[in-house]
């Protein structure tokens, strides 16, 4: 086995849809177990396809992938990657910046920032929400999210403690409320969110719609490619069952309609668009 070197930020990619401006920043990468990652799926399937990137641990090299969102009325960003504390540890298995530090880097206005929409509120999502002392790291921006995963944040479950940064996000949200929303959401004319649930109780979609292209946005519900086989899902699905057919009907909407896909932990080429193939998809990079 071999593996390719972990890597810091890479420059911003550019995303035009036709009046909305998107940059992808990816701000670093970290070490995920694969067998984790790949859940029921055997290993002499799974393993070929990752074989030039897993260690001798068998951990795959995961990126964090942020996108910052202009609409011309609001400046949105999706996820915000690794805990900043937990980056300054210097742990072996995470190279990464915080995203505050990384928008600044690019040139980003993070004062400027009207909403910030994490996929869901795991670790290496919603980490940046806070900077290293515990503070607000985007403190004029309005956290939106699912009341499902605000809930799961709040949970007493040992699944819950070991999930989320539960003490740091509880205490973000008794100074900055997050604002919650049920099922579906229009957040703005051009951005548009789904509960989706399976992955954590709260995992939701962000739908962009440009005048010239849409994209979408799943964070682990759609991290590597591979995942565009609907079935194929990880051992950190808190629902699976749901994780399938939600993915499965995001899916059929998005091939039929060519939509852009970004995923949130895919290094080489995060982003592309599905092909149906038969009863799943296959994801074809851009």
């Known amino acids: 086995m071999s593996a390719a070197p972990l890597s810091g930020p890479r420059p ?8 909305v401006r ?15 990652i790949f859940g029921p799926v055997p290993r002499t399937t799974w393993e070929p396809l990752v074989h030039a990137e897993i260690d001798a641990a068998s951990r795959l090299q995961q990126s964090l992938n942020l996108l910052h969102v202009q609409t011309g009325s609001a400046n949105l960003l999706l996820e915000t990657g690794m805990l900043a504390a937990g980056v300054a540890q210097q742990d072996e298995v995470v190279h990464s910046v915080s995203a505050r530090d990384a928008l600044l880097a690019a040139g980003i206005d ?10 869901h509120l795991h670790r290496d999502h919603a ?3 806070v900077t290293s002392s515990g503070a607000a790291a985007f403190p ?5 999210a699912p009341q499902a995963e605000i809930d799961a944040v709040a949970s007493r479950s040992a699944r819950a403690r070991a999930a989320y940064d539960a003490p740091l996000l509880q205490a973000l949200f008794a100074e900055s ?12 004319p051009q951005v548009e969110l789904r509960l989706l649930g399976g992955h954590t109780p709260g995992s939701q979609a962000t739908i962009i719609r440009g005048s010239e292209q849409t994209l979408l ?3 682990d519900l759609f991290m590597r490619p591979w995942q565009a086989n609907p079935r194929w899902v990880t051992s950190y699905d808190d629902a699976a069952w749901v994780s399938v057919d939600a993915k499965a009907a995001i899916f059929a909407e998005a091939a039929a309609e060519q ?9 080489a080429a995060p982003v592309g668009h599905l092909v149906a193939d038969r009863d799943r998809f296959r994801f074809v990079a851009e």
């Open 22 to 36: 998107v940059d992808l920043l990816q701000i670093g990468t970290f070490r995920s177990d694969a067998g984790a």
């Open 110 to 119: 993070v004062e400027a920032l009207r909403y910030v929409l994490p996929s």
């Open 259 to 267: 939509w852009l896909i970004v995923q949130s932990h895919e290094l």
């Open 217 to 219: 946005f799943m964070g």
């Open 127 to 129: 980490g940046g929400l």
């Open 140 to 144: 004029k921006a309005t956290i939106v």
């Open 177 to 188: 409320e997050p604002e919650p929303f049920i099922t579906e959401r229009q957040l703005l």
């Open 12 to 19: 911003p990619r550019r995303i035009d849809l036709g009046g």
